[in-house]
C-alpha cells in the first residue's frame, strides 16, 4: 500500500475540487491510500471578504507569517510516498495558512525527504508565490518534483474585475453580459484527472520518487511572461507597504485602515497604469528578446513543463 497526503486550504471551496479532482484516480485505487489534510486557520479568514479585511490580509500575506492553524489530526509518526501541496495565491505569495503549514515543525518532519507536487489554482500571478514556496520546500528537505498552475479563466483585463468582484460578494456569476465566470473553467478542472493518472501510474512504476518529474509532458504549467515584470514591480511595493503597515498595528488594527486607505488608490493606480504598460512593453520586446525569455520560460516553468506530448496517454 503506497500513502499520498492531499495537503489544501480553499475558501470557496475551488481548490480543493481542484486537489480532490487530481486525487480521484489515486482515491479509486485499491493499491493507494489517500489522506486529505485541510489546513484550517483560527481565526478563520472571512469569506466572501470585506473591503478592508481583503487588503489588511496583505502585509503578513506577503511576510509569510503563519498564521495560528487547527492541529492537523494525522498520527504521529506516518510518512507519506508522496505529498501534493495544493494552495492559492494571496498577494503574490502563498496563502497564509499554506505558509503557515510549510513553516510548521509537524509539516517540516512530513515534507522532510518527500517527494512534493505543488498545485496551485489563482487569478493568473502565481509565479513570485511559486518561488517563496520552493524556498520553503527547499528550507523543509522536501523533494520538490512537479508543478501544476492552473488560472482563472478570461483575459487579465476581465479577471481584474472578475476575481475581486468574487472575493468581496462570493458571485461567480457571468457578469453584465460581459465578463466570463469567475475562476478556473470548469473543463480544467476536469481535467485536471489527467494529473492523478500519471501519478498513479509513475507510483506502481516506483517513478514517483522526487528526483525527475511524474507530470512533464501533460500541459501542466504555462507562464504567462508577460506578467513578471508586474509581479516583481507589485512585490517591491507589497514588501514596502507591508513594512509600513506592521509598524503602524497588528492584522485588524484600525490604525491600518487609514493607511490601507492610501495604500488602495497606490495599488489600483499602480495595477492600471503599470500592469498594461509592462504588459504591451514585454509583448513588443519579445522578437527582440527571445533566448531570454525562454530561459525565463523554462525557470517557471520546472519541473513539469508545458510540454504536451504525454496528453493522449493520460486524458479521458
Ligand atoms: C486575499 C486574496 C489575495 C489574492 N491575491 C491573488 C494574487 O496575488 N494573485 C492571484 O493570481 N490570485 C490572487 N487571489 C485569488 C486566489 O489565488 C484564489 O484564486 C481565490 O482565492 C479562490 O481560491 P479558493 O476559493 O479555492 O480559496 C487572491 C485571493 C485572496 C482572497
Known amino acids: ?15 480543493e475540487r481542484v486537489a480532490r479532482t487530481i486525487a ?20 478563520a ?5 470585506g473591503f478592508f479585511s481583503f487588503l489588511d490580509a496583505f502585509p503578513e500575506s506577503v511576510y509569510l507569517d503563519p498564521p495560528c492553524l487547527r492541529p492537523f489530526g494525522l498520527a504521529p509518526d506516518r510518512r507519506y510516498d508522496a505529498i501534493v501541496l495544493a494552495y492559492t495565491v494571496w498577494f503574490l505569495s502563498p496563502a497564509p495558512p499554506v505558509t503557515g ?22 487569478r493568473n500571478m502565481w509565479l513570485s508565490a511559486q518561488e517563496e514556496v520552493k524556498r520553503m520546500l527547499a ?7 512537479d508543478h501544476v498552475a ?42 485536471s484527472a489527467r494529473f492523478g493518472r500519471a501519478l498513479l501510474d ?25 506578467l513578471l515584470a508586474s509581479e516583481r514591480i507589485g512585490r517591491r511595493s507589497f514588501r514596502i507597504w507591508g513594512r509600513l503597515l506592521r509598524r503602524v498595528g497588528g492584522p485588524g488594527s484600525p490604525r491600518r485602515k487609514p493607511v490601507l486607505a492610501v495604500y488602495v488608490v497606490f495599488l489600483v493606480a499602480m495595477i492600471v497604469v ?17 533566448e531570454r525569455m525562454a530561459r525565463e520560460r523554462a525557470y517557471y516553468e520546472q519541473p513539469s513543463g508545458s510540454g504536451t506530448e504525454r496528453l493522449g496517454e493520460f486524458s479521458e
Not at 500500500?1 to 481548490?15: A, K, P, R, T
Not at 510549510?102 to 489554482?121: D, F, M, N, Q, Y
Open 274 to 290: 503599470v500592469v498594461p504598460p509592462s504588459m504591451l512593453i514585454r509583448t513588443l520586446l519579445r522578437p527582440f528578446g527571445r
Open 1 to 15: 500500500m503506497q500513502n499520498i497526503l492531499v495537503v489544501y486550504f480553499s475558501q470557496s471551496g475551488q481548490l
Open 101 to 122: 503549514f510549510l513553516k510548521s515543525a509537524e509539516g517540516r518532519r512530513l515534507l522532510a525527504g518527500t517527494p512534493v507536487i505543488t498545485v496551485t489554482a489563482c
Open 45 to 49: 479568514y472571512p469569506f466572501p471578504w
Open 202 to 226: 509513475a507510483l506502481r512504476r516506483g517513478a514517483l520518487d522526487g528526483a525527475r518529474p511524474a507530470l512533464n509532458g501533460l500541459d501542466a504549467v504555462r507562464m504567462d511572461d508577460r
Open 24 to 43: 480521484s484516480p489515486l482515491d479509486a485505487a485499491e493499491d493507494v491510500r489517500v489522506d486529505y489534510l485541510r489546513l484550517e486557520p483560527e481565526p
Open 150 to 191: 492552473l488560472v482563472d479563466q478570461g483575459s487579465s483585463l476581465a479577471t481584474f474585475f472578475t476575481t475581486p468582484r468574487w472575493m468581496l460578494t462570493g458571485r461567480k456569476d457571468r457578469w453584465l453580459g460581459l465578463f466570463p465566470r469567475a475562476g478556473v473553467s470548469e473543463e480544467q478542472i476536469a481535467g
Open 139 to 145: 528550507e523543509a528537505g522536501a523533494k520538490h518534483c
